[in-house]
């Protein structure tokens, strides 16, 4: 079982359109979350943490739930800039190495 | 800007050869440094932990022979693939955690490598 699990999409919706990730996570001592946004051939970007009560940055919000290792981003008012590989990302404190789920790809059409 | 800088960003050498890209700390020094590889369409996979002035730790499966990591200073960290094989083609990446105890991670801007 993979440590971080997503779902590869990918995503086609149209501009505007809300979208749902999900993302779930095998390490119960996992301590930290983010999603990062990897465009393609490029290096992974910190997109936000993921924080327990959740969080929200303009049209973008996380959620956490501990109890179940789950992890979500929901994006709000679609742009074509939003198309991009969206990870998962997961660190326990001891490791202090990211774990990174393999990405939902997601494509906004106009 | 970049607060972590890795070089080259592109590479093609031939098999058998040994090529290094090297990953260095802008304005900030970093203790550890990490190395992923990425295949296509595949996540990111941790290949080691890189320790200023020790050894590297090196994820199951990784052979520390072939992947060389050097941390000789707190702002530079070296990946050295020795005999390279068109196997070993892929996308490698570093990163740095900001601080000790900080969670914040900088991405280099990833190395290309094409071994024909």
């Known amino acids: 079982r993979k440590e971080v699990e997503q779902d590869p999409g990918p995503f086609n919706v149209p501009e505007g359109a809300t979208v749902a990730f999900n993302c779930t996570y095998s390490n119960s001592a996992s301590q930290s979350f983010f999603w990062y946004r990897q465009d393609c051939r490029k290096e992974p970007k910190l997109l936000m943490s993921?924080?327990?009560s959740g969080n929200e940055d303009g049209r973008f919000t996380a959620q956490l739930n501990r109890a179940s290792q789950y992890i979500s981003l929901l994006i709000r008012d679609s742009k074509l800039s939003d198309s991009a590989t969206y990870l998962c990302?997961?660190?326990?404190?001891?490791?202090?190495?990211?774990?990174f789920g393999s990405g939902t790809r997601l494509q906004v059409q106009p | 800007g970049a607060v972590v800088s890795q070089h080259p960003s592109r590479v093609i050498c031939k098999s058998g050869t040994s090529v290094k890209i090297e990953c260095r700390s802008l304005?900030?020094?970093?203790?550890?440094m990490f190395w992923y590889r990425q295949f296509p369409k595949q996540s990111l996979m941790l290949m080691a932990t890189?320790?200023?002035?020790?050894?590297?730790?090196?994820e199951q499966g990784v052979e520390k022979d072939k992947f060389l990591i050097n941390h000789a200073s707190l702002t530079l960290s070296t990946l050295t693939v020795t005999s390279a094989h068109p196997e070993d083609s892929s996308f490698y990446i570093c990163?740095?955690?900001?601080?000790?105890?900080?969670?914040?991670?900088?991405f280099g801007e990833g190395s290309w490598l094409t071994v024909v």
């Open positions: 990302v997961v660190s326990d404190t001891g490791r202090r190495a990211l774990t």
């Open positions: 890189s320790n200023e002035g020790s050894k590297a730790t090196y």
């Open positions: 304005d900030f020094q970093a203790t550890t």
């Open positions: 990163s740095a955690r900001l601080g000790l105890a900080g969670n914040t991670i900088y």
């Open positions: 993921v924080y327990s």
